[in-house]
């Protein structure tokens, strides 16, 4: 399962105002009429509930927003750029380039915009004014806003199994639940987590079945770490030892040194064991441990069916309802993420052979003058504002 990827995503420049005057025939001089560029296209995330994890950005990292149509004469704007939709699992999350959390996509349909469209450039119909009547002038489209993520797929399951290579986490899902994963008498046969859903006639759980865990998997022993981290949602952990070994007490210390090494939460984690494998025992396994996080013990076999159904029924007493997540009413279900301030506010000054170019949003005349004296310009350079030429003094 690709439960990590490393995206790069680009929206799209906006379009260029158009720079036009109107011409009919009986009038020598036409007033302004050019229209406004487009806004540029974003690019933007949505959880979709039919997807698994994140091996479609194994094939493709870079996405790009369309670019804004440029603006044309009799006041015509230009298109909007086509928005790029990302589609991931539910329960993706998106981390800055600090490795921030930006977004927790936990419910189908959320949608975060991960990069903002660069917003058009104004027509020079917009610049008349009673004292310019002809501006020669009009805005470039500005660049969308560009950043890298990290996506990481943290599954979302209502209770997850837990414990050593071989327990049997694998053949009780099978029992309990309408997922079939591989078993076999190897460690390390489940090497993805597995979903199941578990249903009674009111409810549905979601089980999930973790790699096994050996000892040092906080530190990335076994299939370790990266397991450890699908743990982190689950409300209740179903720790299932194999019985039939060795002091069942010592495999519960076991595990629970890892979770707690690992961190999250994961130790405080209200947890149910299953001693598995009981049918190849001729007395009741010796557990005795007093901890308050164990909040029930069931003795299994998932080869005879001895007490699976009794541990299937007590799942849905022990995993609390889920408490729908309070949203404040009047919230948009989507999120904005701006890693910069807004290019609206933005120009950019450029050199050229013979003096500067100004490009983006006209700036008022001192801004301007400042701006142009900070790149070194001199009096009697050149300065283009977009299309006209100026003498700087
Ligand atoms: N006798 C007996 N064998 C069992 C029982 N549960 C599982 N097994 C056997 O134990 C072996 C391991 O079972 P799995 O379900 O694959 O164990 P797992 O915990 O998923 O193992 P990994 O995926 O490697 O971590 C298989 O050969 C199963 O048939 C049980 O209750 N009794
Ligand atoms: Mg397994």
């Given at each position: 399962?690709?439960?990590?990827?490393?995206?790069?995503?680009?929206?799209?420049?906006?379009?260029?105002?158009?720079?036009?005057?109107?011409?009919?025939?009986?009038?020598?001089?036409?007033?302004?009429?050019?229209?406004?560029?487009?806004?540029?296209?974003?690019?933007?995330?949505?959880?979709?509930?039919?997807?698994?994890?994140?091996?479609?950005?194994q094939r493709r990292q870079w996405f790009r927003g369309g670019r804004g149509g440029a603006g044309g004469g009799s006041g015509r704007h230009g298109a909007a750029g086509s928005e790029e939709v990302l589609r991931v699992p539910?329960?993706?999350?998106?981390?800055?380039?600090?490795?921030?959390?930006?977004?927790?996509?936990?419910?189908?349909?959320?949608?975060?915009?991960?990069?903002?469209?660069?917003?058009?450039?104004?027509?020079?119909?917009?610049?008349?004014?009673?004292?310019?009547?002809?501006?020669?002038?009009?805005?470039?489209?500005?660049?969308?806003?560009?950043?890298?993520?990290?996506?990481?797929?943290?599954?979302?399951?209502?209770?997850?199994?837990?414990?050593?290579?071989?327990?049997?986490?694998?053949?009780?899902?099978?029992?309990?639940?309408?997922?079939?994963?591989?078993?076999?008498?190897?460690?390390?046969?489940?090497?993805?987590?597995?979903?199941?859903?578990?249903?009674?006639?009111?409810?549905?759980?979601?089980?999930?079945?973790?790699?096994?865990?050996?000892?040092?998997?906080?530190?990335?022993?076994?299939?370790?770490?990266?397991?450890?981290?699908?743990?982190?949602?689950?409300?209740?952990?179903?720790?299932?030892?194999?019985?039939?070994?060795?002091?069942?007490?010592?495999?519960?210390?076991?595990?629970?040194?890892?979770?707690?090494?690992?961190?999250?939460?994961?130790?405080?984690?209200?947890?149910?064991?299953?001693?598995?494998?009981?049918?190849?025992?001729?007395?009741?396994?010796?557990?005795?441990?007093?901890?308050?996080?164990?909040?029930?013990?069931?003795?299994?076999?998932?080869?005879?069916?001895?007490?699976?159904?009794?541990?299937?029924r007590s799942l849905f007493e022990l995993v609390p309802p889920e408490v729908e997540a309070e949203v404040p009413e009047g919230l948009p279900d989507f999120l904005v993420y701006r890693p910069q301030p807004d290019p609206r506010?933005?120009?950019?000054?450029?050199?050229?052979?013979?003096?500067?170019?100004?490009?983006?949003?006209?700036?008022?005349?001192?801004?301007?003058?400042?701006?142009?004296?900070?790149?070194?310009?001199?009096?009697?350079?050149?300065?283009?504002?977009?299309?006209?030429?100026?003498?700087?003094?």
């Open positions: 399962m690709i439960d990590r990827a490393r995206i790069h995503v680009q929206a799209g420049r906006g379009g260029d105002g158009s720079l036009s005057f109107r011409r009919e025939r009986h009038v020598p001089k036409g007033g302004p009429d050019g229209g406004d560029g487009g806004p540029g296209g974003d690019v933007v995330l949505v959880a979709d509930s039919d997807l698994r994890d994140l091996s479609e950005f539910v329960g993706t999350q998106v981390l800055d380039d600090h490795g921030n959390l930006v977004a927790d996509l936990t419910g189908a349909g959320a949608r975060i915009v991960l990069a903002r469209g660069g917003p058009g450039g104004r027509g020079n119909r917009r610049f008349a004014t009673s004292v310019r009547q002809t501006p020669r002038f009009a805005e470039t489209g500005l660049p969308g806003e560009e950043a890298d993520f990290e996506l990481r797929l943290k599954l979302l399951a209502d209770a997850a199994l837990v414990g050593l290579p071989n327990a049997g986490k694998s053949s009780l899902l099978r029992r309990i639940s309408n997922a079939r994963p591989k078993v076999a008498d190897y460690p390390f046969t489940t090497i993805q987590p597995v979903l199941g859903t578990v249903d009674s006639d009111e409810r549905q759980l979601v089980v999930a079945d973790v790699p096994g865990l050996i000892e040092g998997a906080s530190e990335g022993a076994g299939l370790g770490h990266e397991f450890l981290a699908h743990l982190e949602r689950a409300r209740v952990l179903v720790h299932v030892i194999d019985a039939s070994e060795g002091d069942p007490a010592d495999r519960y210390a076991q595990i629970d040194r890892e979770l707690g090494a690992y961190g999250a939460g994961l130790a405080e984690r209200p947890q149910i064991v299953a001693l598995n494998k009981v049918d190849l025992l001729t007395a009741p396994p010796p557990f005795d441990i007093d901890d308050e996080r164990v909040v029930a013990v069931f003795e299994t076999s998932a080869a005879t069916g001895a007490g699976i159904e009794r541990f299937r506010r933005a120009f950019r000054i450029f050199r050229t052979d013979r003096g500067f170019r100004v490009v983006g949003r006209v700036p008022a005349e001192k801004e301007l003058e400042r701006a142009l004296r900070e790149a070194g310009a001199k009096r009697g350079d050149e300065v283009e504002v977009a299309g006209e030429a100026l003498e700087f003094q």
